[in-house]
């Protein structure tokens, strides 16, 4: 069974544009979370998605935005990036979203540097 | 806002040496999840521990959840060098569907 994948591995942006990041849950899991990845701050919740709805919602400012597509593949998009935008952003699924029991599969990760 | 904090944040130690990792909250989780990382790499399941004072083993690595759910330990005996990672414990309240993960303890094994 193939993994979570992540789509691009890297990318470079300057402050001001937005970015894309797409994640490809593992097949048959209905639940996709994202996180952000700082050496300052750690591994902080953005927000999940089932069933091509938001669940769940972290402490992020509304530039941080996803969605859910119908085959389970979500997308996170940031908008007018900021310097503090620079991270490693994870993507994790599980078959129902519940954390409780339900184990998450983290992808790779994209690691976004804003210059 | 639910705080997990990790001790110690690093590490260095020879392999063979034995380590614990202690992660405390203020709050109570209904269920706990410790991970470890790897470099380029996502958090990958290492245990989840549900039951207050339950311990849990894993070959040479053994976590335990605390009485209140409070706080949890890992332990790992006979350190090896493939043991090298950050280690992240990870809480969940209630049936709230996200993790609150810990500060992180990056470990070094060293021969």
């Given at each position: 069974?193939?993994?979570?994948?992540?789509?691009?591995?890297?990318?470079?942006?300057?402050?001001?544009q937005?970015?894309?990041?797409?994640?490809?849950?593992?097949?048959?899991h209905?639940s996709v979370s994202?996180?952000?990845?700082?050496p300052?701050?750690?591994?902080?919740f953005?927000?999940?998605?089932?069933s091509?709805?938001?669940?769940?919602?972290?402490?992020?400012?509304?530039?941080f935005?996803?969605?859910?597509?119908?085959?389970?593949?979500?997308?996170?998009?940031?908008?007018?990036?900021e310097?503090?935008?620079s991270a490693l952003y994870?993507?994790?699924?599980?078959?129902y979203?519940?954390a409780?029991g339900?184990?998450?599969?983290?992808g790779?990760?994209?690691?976004?540097?804003?210059l | 806002?639910q705080?997990?904090?990790?001790?110690p944040?690093?590490?260095s130690?020879?392999?063979g040496e034995?380590?614990?990792?202690y992660?405390n909250?203020?709050?109570v989780f209904?269920?706990?999840?410790w991970?470890r990382?790897?470099?380029g790499?996502?958090?990958?399941?290492l245990?989840t521990?549900?039951?207050?004072?339950?311990v849990?083993?894993?070959k040479?690595?053994t976590?335990q959840?605390?009485?209140?759910?409070k706080d949890?330990?890992?332990?790992?005996t006979?350190?090896?060098?493939?043991?090298?990672?950050?280690y992240?414990?990870a809480g969940?309240a209630?049936?709230?569907?996200?993790l609150?993960?810990?500060?992180?303890t990056?470990?070094?094994v060293?021969?």
């Amino acid at each position: 069974k193939a993994g979570v994948t992540q789509t691009p591995r890297y990318l470079i942006k300057t402050r001001g544009q937005q970015v894309t990041l797409s994640c490809s849950p593992i097949s048959g899991h209905r639940s996709v979370s994202w996180y952000q990845q700082t050496p300052g701050q750690g591994l902080q919740f953005l927000f999940e998605y089932f069933s091509e709805t938001q669940r769940n919602k972290g402490n992020f400012p509304g530039r941080f935005s996803g969605r859910q597509f119908s085959n389970s593949r979500s997308e996170m998009n940031v908008s007018t990036l900021e310097l503090g935008d620079s991270a490693l952003y994870l993507c994790a699924s599980s078959l129902y979203g519940r954390a409780w029991g339900n184990e998450q599969f983290f992808g790779p990760g994209t690691r976004l540097t804003v210059l | 806002t639910q705080l997990l904090e990790q001790s110690p944040q690093f590490l260095s130690i020879q392999e063979g040496e034995n380590l614990t990792v202690y992660c405390n909250s203020s709050s109570v989780f209904s269920s706990l999840q410790w991970y470890r990382q790897e470099p380029g790499e996502g958090p990958v399941l290492l245990v989840t521990v549900v039951t207050g004072g339950e311990v849990k083993k894993l070959k040479r690595l053994t976590f335990q959840f605390g009485d209140a759910r409070k706080d949890s330990s890992l332990h790992i005996t006979a350190a090896q060098t493939g043991d090298t990672g950050l280690y992240l414990c990870a809480g969940v309240a209630g049936t709230a569907s996200k993790l609150t993960f810990g500060t992180g303890t990056r470990l070094q094994v060293t021969l």
